[in-house]
């Protein structure tokens, strides 16, 4: 069964720091599309960022440039978050986004991912 599991969310400051994670239950993570969505109260999830099976290739959303780094590592089936210089327009639930194995994603967009974490809080006090 595919699993996600987000761990690293919480309160933190304005212009502070923090890394999510995600670890992944299935053997040909690898071979997996990954990204990082996220949905304020009242809002729609939205893109962050992505980061492809092939090549390693890292997308991100225009208001996250330059403060967020997705990352994988592959041995140990997790892809990573690090998030700098927090304000509150970050405050949200992360989630955690896979496609299928071998699946090339074009979009980024939630249709093209077909399994998903349950989500980890990140509130930015200002």
């Known amino acids: 069964q595919v699993q996600l599991v987000e761990s690293g969310g919480g309160l933190v400051q304005a212009g502070g720091s923090l890394r999510l994670s995600c670890a992944a239950s299935w053997r040909t993570f690898s071979s997996s599309d990954m990204a990082w969505f996220r949905q304020a109260p009242g809002k729609e999830r939205e893109f962050v960022a992505a980061?492809?099976?092939?090549?390693?290739?890292?997308y991100y959303a225009d208001s996250v440039k330059g403060r967020f780094t997705i990352s994988r590592d592959n041995a140990k089936n997790t892809v990573y978050l690090q998030m700098a210089s927090l304000n509150a327009e970050d405050t949200a639930v992360y989630y955690c986004a896979a496609a299928r194995p071998y699946k090339v994603v074009t979009t980024r967009l939630l249709k093209e991912y077909d399994y998903w974490g349950q989500g980890t809080q990140v509130t930015v006090s200002s």
């Open positions: 980061i492809s099976w092939r090549g390693g290739k890292t």
